[in-house]
């Protein structure tokens, strides 16, 4: 074997001798691949030399961006289902708007499973349409909200407010006892309808607007006539509402309409579910202040047959009606145990082949449509308690960005940003969990220009009817424009090592001999995977007070040096003033 040095032979020299180009994402027809991985060697004990040092090499193409994607690529969603546990009167809270505008700018879905039991009532709700309290506690806790809702209305601009501990103590075990209650009609798959009032209306638009979002609201597809067709009375009523206040609103129509027959044991097909899209474009044409709106859908679920089926004959019948396909995916149930499995290739993989599915439907009917992830979360029904909100489950959402980035996928909705539950980017104490600082990170660091990605290794050769899949993934974007420390032609690799083992980078090529700077992000505290707090660079990340965010200040490694990342962590790198060409536009 000979030995190897990225500065002593070119990089054409350097695949045709000791190495093979590991292709993990095949979007371009070029020798360039989007993501690659290091695989160890085989099983017999290391071999001395460079072997022995498991060296990466990491090269990035600069000349020209492989895709780009919208500026609110990593969006927000939050579920209907606060309106019924109370946590939608706690939107104005300083804190939780302060979280929200950290991660702008970016799309905020409302829209889940209840979607489509929503009923718009134009009413603003306040003391004399609630009834009394079950009991003297109760009364008092909802007098608050009231009295919390007349101070909001002398507000002017963004309202917002600080809500005493004991109410949220309340309202934390006022969620807890609704949760068992949609628990319960999920199970038993009997729903009850929920009232989205003017008020509540007016709450979460003054949320997204004060946090710098652009709301998208889910309309109810269930609602529905003797015949079948949808009925848009209630529909309507919201627009006219939206339209005189003069609320910014994008829209969509249902949530998942394959699970319908499932869910209250009625279909509606792609024809119908066509019809029904194309009269709610009719519909905010006729209302002047939505006649140039956007319209997403159909929020399809994860693409297994039915789902396919139904996308496949919708996009026939009404691609052209909407600016952008949307559809969904969770990872797993509720039965997982393991921090480890949150952390299996296979897992990982499994958005990779979904995405495939969603695409070639899309490109078969309206090629060039933008498709969105309209729902994505680790796991669904809530989450798993001590798992899917700690650092394990910071693997999935980081790779999850990373694939969707080379795919194509112009959005990625993340499911959810605030709400009862153990999926959510910030916790019921308004503290932002391991997957909130990742996704802040990514914000701060990461721009919508894919890169391609270039690496160099020695692989195993795979035994006969197994599948060597990557343990070390790669992703590069040009720096995000928006972040002042940086300028115009820098480039940010985010490296997620899945690895048992310290892996070594050595940046080659057009990055060899570059200042980098170090974001890496690593749990905090002695519950490793399971741990609900981050460390940047050995630093604990927390929100000093309500309005203040902690600083993200890099680690600084000296050109040429090698970047080590530690075992199950993930990076990320920032070669600055390398004026990347593709980075420059």
């Known amino acids: 074997m000979p030995k190897c040095s990225p500065c002593a032979s070119p990089w054409s020299s350097l695949w045709l001798t000791s190495f093979v180009i590991l292709v993990v994402q095949s979007v371009i027809s070029s020798s360039y691949s989007s993501s690659s991985t290091y695989q160890t060697t085989a099983a017999g004990g290391k071999r001395p030399g460079f072997l022995g040092r498991t060296l990466v090499l990491l090269d990035v193409n600069t000349r020209s961006p492989i895709r780009v994607l919208n500026d609110n690529f990593l969006s927000l969603q939050l579920d209907p289902a606060i309106i019924r546990d109370g946590w939608l009167d706690f939107l104005s809270s300083k804190r939780l708007v302060t979280l929200a505008r950290g991660l702008s700018p970016a799309f905020l879905r409302f829209g889940g499973k209840r979607t489509d039991f929503l009923q718009f009532n134009n009413q603003k709700n306040l003391a004399k349409f609630r009834g009394p309290g079950p009991d003297y506690y109760l009364k008092n806790y909802e007098d608050d909200i009231v009295r919390s809702d007349i101070a909001l209305d002398k507000q002017k601009g963004c309202k917002l407010a600080h809500h005493p501990d004991i109410m949220l103590e309340l309202q934390r075990e006022k969620a807890a006892t609704t949760q068992l209650v949609l628990l319960k009609e999920q199970l038993s798959n009997i729903y009850s309808n929920i009232t989205i009032t003017a008020r509540s209306l007016d709450k979460l638009y003054n949320f997204a607007d004060c946090a710098g979002l652009h709301l998208i609201l889910g309309l109810n597809a269930l609602h529905r006539n003797p015949d079948n067709s949808w009925n848009t009375s209630s529909t309507l009523s919201l627009l006219k509402y939206g339209a005189g206040k003069k609320y910014n609103i994008s829209w969509e129509l249902g949530n998942e309409p394959n699970a319908y027959r499932t869910m209250v044991g009625r279909a509606v097909n792609s024809t119908q579910l066509a019809q029904d899209h194309a009269k709610l474009r009719t519909l905010l044409q006729s209302v002047r202040y939505y006649n140039r709106a956007h319209l997403y859908g159909p929020n399809a679920g994860r693409p297994r047959k039915n789902a396919v089926l139904l996308l496949d004959g919708f996009m026939k019948n009404a691609g052209s009606i909407i600016d952008a396909v949307t559809w969904q995916h969770y990872f797993m149930d509720g039965r997982v145990k393991k921090a480890e499995d949150f952390l299996k290739t296979r897992l990982l993989d499994t958005l990779t082949e979904q995405m495939a599915k969603v695409t070639k439907v899309v490109n078969t ?119 002042p420390n940086y300028m115009r032609g820098s480039i940010t690799i985010y490296i997620i090592n899945l690895h048992r083992s310290r892996k070594k980078i050595k940046l080659a090529g057009t990055l060899r001999n570059r200042t980098v700077h170090q974001y890496l992000l690593q749990p905090h505290g002695e519950g490793g995977l399971r741990a609900r707090h981050v460390q940047l660079n050995g630093e604990k990340l927390f929100m000093g007070n309500d309005e203040t965010f902690p600083e993200l200040k890099p680690k600084i490694l000296r050109a040429g040096r090698t970047i080590a990342m530690p075992p199950m962590t993930i990076g990320f790198y920032v070669i600055k003033n390398i004026n990347a060409y593709a980075c420059r536009r």
């Open 365 to 483: 009917h309206t090629p060039g449509k933008k498709v969105w992830l309209g729902g994505l979360g680790p796991a669904w029904a809530g989450g798993i308690n001590n798992l899917s909100e700690t650092y394990a489950a910071s693997f999935l959402w980081m790779n999850s960005l990373g694939v969707a980035a080379v795919q194509g996928i112009d959005v990625v909705l993340r499911h959810s940003f605030f709400d009862y539950g153990y999926t959510h980017l910030v916790d019921q104490h308004f503290n932002p969990l391991p997957d909130y600082w990742f996704s802040l990170v990514f914000k701060r660091l990461v721009g919508p220009r894919v890169l391609a990605v270039r690496v160099a290794g020695l692989q195993r050769k795979p035994q006969p009817g197994r599948v060597i899949r990557d343990k070390l993934r790669i992703y590069a974007h040009c720096t995000s424009y928006y972040n």
